[in-house]
């Protein structure tokens, strides 16, 4: 599978802006990239995916660079309930093996009051 | 809809006992993800289903660990003589098919062996 790097920890204020970084340089054509998020004691919770354009949603938006390398999970304004360890994942479209998710560290995202 | 629905919360067994989670994936998913997150780890992969069919139990075990999704009923995680290692936290995920939708979690079984 398809490698991703993301920082092990970032702080944000509430009501601001959130910038999550993820690097995937051995990204292939066929990579999709997903991004989960897991608050304290509960399940992974689905925020956003895309494979070559940036996307929206109404929790956040997905910027993708234009050489697939690196993407950014942005949450537009950060409130308390944001707090969780945020996970990027490489999926690739179409084959067996690779159906299942594969969660990596992830980000702890901390949200200061 | 209710989601993906897993029971029980929270589940306590004795070495050597026998452990059944349960997974009720979201109504028209087909397709069903188990994972285990140890403490103080990461989630790993254990096993996906169809119904009635095991596609991918690469995550699992082998010994001890079964798993199926019986064309009615929900899906079952079973965890044979159970040791301290397994204590873990179980999620279960679902999805409506194999492309690339996101998946659906469950907020888990936390089986603790004592």
């Known amino acids: 599978d398809a490698k991703t790097t993301q920082p092990n920890s970032m702080e944000s204020n509430e009501e601001e802006p959130v910038h999550l970084p993820c690097n995937h340089s051995t990204i292939s054509g066929t990579d999709y990239i997903h991004w989960y998020r897991q608050l304290p004691s509960q399940g992974p919770e689905y925020v956003i995916h895309g494979l070559t354009s940036n996307v929206n949603n109404r929790m956040a938006s997905l910027a993708i660079a234009e050489d697939r390398k690196s993407s950014t999970l942005i949450l537009h304004r950060a409130t308390l309930r944001d707090a969780a360890v945020y996970y990027c994942?490489?999926?690739?479209w179409g084959s067996g093996s690779a159906r299942q998710l594969t969660f990596g560290s992830g980000t702890q995202l901390t949200v200061l009051p | 809809n209710a989601g993906v629905m897993q029971n029980p919360r929270h589940l306590v067994r004795r070495r050597g006992q026998e452990a059944r989670l349960r997974c009720s994936p979201m109504k028209g998913h087909s397709h069903v993800y188990w994972y285990r997150q140890l403490p103080e780890e990461g989630l790993k992969f254990m096993v996906y289903?169809?119904?009635?069919?095991?596609?991918?139990e690469s995550g699992m075990p082998k010994e001890r660990f079964s798993a199926e999704f019986p064309k009615e009923g929900p899906s079952i995680l079973r965890i044979q003589q159970v040791v301290r290692g397994d204590s873990a936290a179980y999620f279960c995920?679902?999805?409506?098919?194999?492309?690339?939708?996101?998946?659906?979690f469950g907020s888990g079984t936390r089986l603790t062996v004592v």
């Open positions: 995920a679902s999805s409506p098919s194999d492309r690339n939708y996101g998946y659906t």
């Open positions: 289903l169809q119904k009635e069919n095991i596609i991918d």
């Open positions: 994942i490489l999926r690739a």
